[in-house]
């Protein structure tokens, strides 16, 4: 194996470990808009979710417990969520941005007496697998969430486009009043999608508090909600795409840190700005056929929906 | 049990309770949050709404506070009327004050200043909020990216543009390798309105623009024009009014309104350019907006209790143990508040049978 092989392949570890979050929390927001609810809360659930998982792990010493708590933190947000925007009709934007600033606050409330605390990152390798040059270290040396978050994306596509649950969720993101009247419950699949998607941003948040820095640092998500947010409509809501398009991210990221050593001799904030640039670069390419994203949108995406 | 009924037409009075019983919500949650955390209520309570405004200092320190969010709720006010929903004002702000800043100290020398100078840098902190409002305006406009998520970015790129020059090109050099620029010599300061406080004239700029901004929105045909294509784009078009004139206007506008926002604190509380300029004013904004019913003397109102919610977080640090970041949550407590009570708007309550 020769020498930029193998620094390679542990680029392409870090940048998969990178794009989990991100894909965890847009996996969890495509099937909220697939129903046609937009959560603009997603940064503030992460961020939440992050604090109470981190806290759930140094109190039982359970990294597992401490995902499960944060799938809880997230969706119990979500679930307040769906009581505002799907019971009470709230603007769905207003009520996510409300839920994005709520969780900012509340997480660095809670995370005060964490700052300095940190947990241990133990290191995993699938056996046998892991052994192998290149791929082993590239691919079989990654946290156990990063399968799981792969089974995920291919569990979606599956209840999606194979099940014949995944077409009334699509239904009723295209058109709630069609499923409504067809005598399905719009209200309480809403619900369900958006506590789907609240564990989900749960998930992702504990992962970065748990795995990717295992420690806790205020508004340590740092716009991956929002980001996530982005990747839902980069993906044209195909969950395929939100895989690839999560790690070109965290490739994006890994590079931001990589790049000074390789001996790019440039201010860490330049690269710092990448993400954010490449979000608005990735908007402003998708955006610009106004007709595709129209024909892939769900129809009825962040309209509320009062049944009669 | 309870129910909700649908109202024959939306109420016009609870239109402007709402905001009223979305505060006293937020307070009674306040209390509970206090009595959960096991705080005194009553005390909790007299940090956030008596201790801030017990004397002149105090009322003074709420006007330093309200300048800012004050600013930005009316541009805020404009754009979300319009429809456009720039929740990124927070970059806004910060480019208003790097690029006001910026030539604050580029003229600076120690001494000269004087009201023409202090013109010329809030200028230059007006245009910087104006170019990056523009960015998203023009991404917007040219190619329908959209406006939430391109300046909620900007937020991050323009913090991360401050925490660069702070550390390479602006830094004082005589500041023992501390993140920050040379303090502003005082000619260059915004003046105290009142001696013996550090409330500045950008309570005053904040007071007029609050005027302004109702001029523009109730008494002007381009102010009607841009309402018409937030409320109802249909009949916008037909009328002939252009939804890319009302999308430059309150883009560009709420833009320099932060960026003002932006220099003003850099020329009056802080003195200087730091790695972080503002605790959040430009998302507590949006809030501020929201409560003051996107009405800019309605906004008045509401950056004073909001700036109350910053100086009572302050407080509570050294009253009642509880760290700073109480502020945060009781913002989002408001906003919920206010969702949830403006339901009343188009519905009622009855009692199921």
Known sequence: MDASMSTVAPLVAASINAGTPLMLAALGLLINEKSGVVNLGAEGMMLVAAIVGFATAVHTESVTLGFVAAAGAGMLLAGFFALMTVWLGTNQYATGLALSLFGTGASAYIGISYVGHSLENPKFAVPFLSDIPFIGTALFRQHPMVYLSLLLCGAIIWFLYRSRAGLVLRAVGESPSSAHALGYNVRLIRLAALLFGGACCGLAGAFMSLVYTPLWVEGMVAGRGWIALALTTFATWRPARVLVGAYLFGGVTIMTFHAQGLGVSIASQWLAMLPYLATIVVLVLISTNATWIKLNMPASLGKNFHPH | ?353
């Open chain 2, 1 to 353: 049990m309870l129910k909700l009924e649908k109202r024959p037409s939306p109420s016009a009075l609870m239109a402007w309770l709402s905001p009223v019983f979305a505060v006293l919500l937020t307070v009674v949650c306040g209390v509970i949050l206090f009595v959960a955390l096991g705080k005194n209520p009553v005390t909790g309570l007299a940090v956030f709404f008596l201790e801030p405004i017990k004397d002149l200092q105090g009322w003074s320190e709420v006007g330093v506070k309200v300048a800012p969010l004050l600013l930005i709720a009316v541009g805020l006010a404009i754009c979300f009327r319009a429809n456009v929903f720039n929740i990124g004002a927070e970059g806004q702000l910060v480019v208003g004050a790097i690029t006001g800043g910026a030539v604050g100290l580029y003229f600076d020398h120690g001494e000269g200043g004087g009201a023409l100078m202090i013109t010329l840098v809030l200028l230059a902190g007006m245009a910087g909020g104006m170019a990056w409002a523009a960015i998203t305006a023009f991404l917007r406009d040219r190619f329908n990216a959209n406006e939430i998520l391109v300046s909620l970015m900007l937020v991050y790129v323009a913090q991360l543009l401050l925490s660069l020059l702070v550390h390479g090109p602006l830094r004082d050099p005589e500041g023992f390798n501390f993140p920050q620029s040379r303090m502003l010599s005082d000619g260059f300061l915004l003046p105290n309105i009142v001696n013996g406080t550090r409330l500045h004239l950008g309570f005053v700029m904040a007071m007029v623009a609050s005027a302004l901004g109702w001029l523009f929105l109730s008494r002007s045909f381009a102010g009607y024009r841009l309402q018409v294509g937030g409320m109802a784009p249909a009949a916008a078009r037909y009328a002939g009014f252009s939804s890319r004139k009302a999308l430059w206007t309150s883009m560009l506008t709420c833009g320099a309104l932060a960026g003002v926002a932006g220099v003003a604190e850099v020329l009056g509380p802080i003195g200087q350019l730091t790695p972080s300029v503002s605790p959040g004013y430009g998302f507590a904004a949006i809030i501020v907006a929201y409560v003051g019913r996107l009405h800019p003397v309605g906004v008045v109102f509401s950056s004073f209790i909001m700036a109350l919610f910053y100086i009572g977080g302050e407080l509570s640090q050294s009253r009642l143990g509880m760290p700073n970041a109480i502020t945060g949550v009781f913002q989002g407590i408001l906003l919920f508040s206010l969702l949830a009570c403006d339901v009343l708007i188009h519905y009622q309550l009855k009692l199921r049978k």
